[in-house]
């Protein structure tokens, strides 16, 4: 077959492969979807005592450990192995054989962690290996390309690694979880606030002519004011200072969005699910403001930046990456534009259970929903992730 001409330094093409091999996006957004609609309910029968977490953990920290590393992580792995390819100039990242050793080693840490599964000092190796693995595959590419601005993916992929070891080597003294829980949080939080600030405007703009105004002195004091907010989580702090750095952070994040002409995008499905993803965010962070002094439980900030900003934000950066990244138009059906809704009344009733003491029947409900919106997303994507693009571009 005829190779096609290419430009004097321009990235060969991958080599040919399966296509769900072909881009990170393809089988970590595939299996976090899979995985996430599984593991909320199964959440619920362990939550009920009905059955043993695994990995050595207790149930509310396995809990949380398979959402930011199991859930969380492998759409960050899919996102920003797909996206260093464009950060970097058309490097590539990882495909084929390797992107197959990166996906093994995260199912052998879902492995490693199944409920049931006695835990060891090699618990949390599998999921070590996979996302520092991640980390190479993307910092070549970055540092080849001297692509500063994204060097900061190259420190939370390794953060995100140290507090799954972290989560486990505490699991016996209860007074360190929280902390060991922190870190993760606090990663990811920044991860989506910085990511949301890049991309929310630019699709905005993009797919409805409207020009989001950024407001400077809100996005130069965001990224001072979340770094703030991880260096709390690392480093013992009184609870005020904690909330007040959070209650800042939170406000900036909600701030931010009076330029983004976010009332412009309720007919637009693949951007109101980001805008609200990243209001929910802002709208964690003060709650777990509130709750440094006393005015909220804990748990009701946590699930609004977990089930509220992380679930509607993966949820609507699969469903547009896979489009975009597949050739296809950015327009998604009734049946994803559902699957939208019913993450947004996940998020909703899981902060409300918090603030009511976790009624049963709500916290049913939150997962029902949340399982229901990943199985949406599963049926009208799998197609789309597992042929090649329909433009003939590799990817």
């Given at each position: 077959m005829k190779q096609p001409l290419r430009l004097a330094g321009e990235p060969l093409p991958p080599p040919?492969?399966?296509?769900?091999?072909?881009?990170?996006?393809?089988?970590f957004f595939l299996l976090a979807a899979a995985f996430g609609a599984v593991?909320?309910?199964?959440?619920?029968?362990?939550?009920?005592?009905?059955?043993?977490?695994?990995?050595?953990?207790?149930?509310?920290?396995?809990?949380?450990?398979?959402?930011?590393?199991?859930?969380?992580?492998?759409?960050?792995?899919?996102?920003?192995?797909?996206?260093?390819?464009?950060?970097?100039?058309?490097?590539?990242t990882a495909a084929n054989g390797a992107l197959a050793v990166l996906v093994l080693l995260w199912l052998a840490g879902r492995l490693a962690h199944a409920p049931g599964v006695p835990g060891g000092w090699w618990s949390p190796l599998p999921d070590a290996a996979w996302l520092l693995g991640t980390a190479i595959a993307i910092g070549r590419p970055l540092v080849a390309a001297g692509s500063r601005r994204n060097y900061g993916f190259l420190v939370a992929l390794p953060a995100l690694a140290g507090a799954s070891v972290a989560l486990h080597a505490v699991s016996d003294a209860p007074s360190l979880l929280r902390p060991a829980l922190d870190v993760p949080l606090a990663v990811m939080t920044a991860v989506m606030v910085v990511v949301a600030g890049r991309i929310v405007p630019m699709f905005t703009r993009n797919a409805l002519g409207v020009e989001p105004a950024p407001i400077a002195p809100v996005e130069r004091a965001l990224p001072w004011v979340l770094g703030a907010v991880v260096l709390a989580a690392l480093a013992p702090a009184p609870p005020a200072a904690v909330g007040?750095?959070?209650?800042?952070?939170?406000a900036l994040v909600l701030s931010r969005m009076a330029g983004w002409r976010s009332p412009a995008t309720l007919r637009a499905?693949?951007?109101?699910?980001?805008?609200?993803?990243?209001?929910?965010?802002?709208?964690?962070?003060?709650?777990?403001?509130?709750?440094?002094?006393?005015?909220?439980?804990?748990?009701?900030g946590l699930h609004a930046i977990t089930a509220g900003g992380i679930g509607c934000l993966t949820l609507g950066m699969m469903a547009r990456v896979s489009l975009g990244h597949t050739g296809r138009p950015l327009q998604v059906g009734r049946s994803i534009t559902v699957a939208f809704v019913l993450m947004a009344v996940a998020a909703s009733a899981r902060v409300v259970s918090a603030l009511l003491g976790n009624p049963p029947g709500l916290l049913h409900s939150a997962g029902t929903a949340w399982a229901l919106a990943l199985i949406l997303w599963l049926v009208v994507y799998t197609p789309i992730v597992l042929r090649p693009r329909v433009d003939g571009k590799p990817g």
């Open positions: 040919p492969g399966p296509a769900v091999l072909a881009m990170g996006f393809r089988p593991v909320l309910p199964v959440w619920i029968v362990v939550f009920g005592g009905h059955l043993p977490p695994g990995g050595g953990l207790v149930p509310t920290w396995w809990h949380a450990h398979e959402m930011f590393i199991g859930y969380t992580g492998a759409v960050l792995a899919g996102f920003l192995l797909t996206a260093a390819r464009h950060w970097s100039g058309g490097r590539h007040a750095i959070e209650g800042l952070a939170g499905p693949l951007l109101w699910i980001l805008h609200l993803g990243h209001a929910f965010v802002g709208v964690g962070l003060l709650l777990l403001a509130a709750s440094r002094f006393g005015h909220a439980p804990p748990s009701a």
